[in-house]
């Protein structure tokens, strides 16, 4: 089992606000909804303030999300150093497969020979 201990408190909150700033945008057509059909029945103010808000709340959203993920990042690991992280379990496949060759028959290498003459006899000849 491997023990998570700390996390990046930054890296956390970044994540967190990019998520929630999407889930802002998924929200705010959800939010033009009610005015929109407020104005199909007859009512016409209130419109134009609809759009404002729609127009800052995936802002809004990415902010909070990135204070409340750091907050909770932090919040982390001050408690993980007094418990002790979480556990995981995992499961970690090779990077590559590893394939198991058969080893190559060991190269003969002859060594050369060398003859060595006796100096030539001056008086022979």
């Known amino acids: 089992m491997t023990k998570i201990r700390s996390i990046g408190v930054f890296s956390v909150a970044k ?12 929200v705010a057509p959800l939010i033009l909804l009610g005015p929109g059909l407020a104005m199909v029945g007859g009512e016409r103010r ?14 809004v959203y990415g902010f909070m999300g990135f204070i409340v993920g750091g907050l909770m990042a932090f919040l982390y690991n001050a408690i993980s150093m007094a418990l002790g992280g979480i556990e995981v379990e995992l499961d970690i496949p090779p990077r590559f497969p590893i394939e198991v060759q058969q080893a190559a028959p060991p190269l ?18």
């Open 15 to 26: 994540v967190c606000g990019v998520l929630c700033g999407v889930f802002g945008l998924l």
């Open 46 to 59: 209130g419109f134009g303030a609809s759009v404002l808000v729609v127009a800052i709340l995936p802002f």
């Open 108 to 125: 003969l290498v002859s060594t050369p020979v060398i003859e060595i003459l006796p100096p030539a006899d001056p008086e022979a000849g």
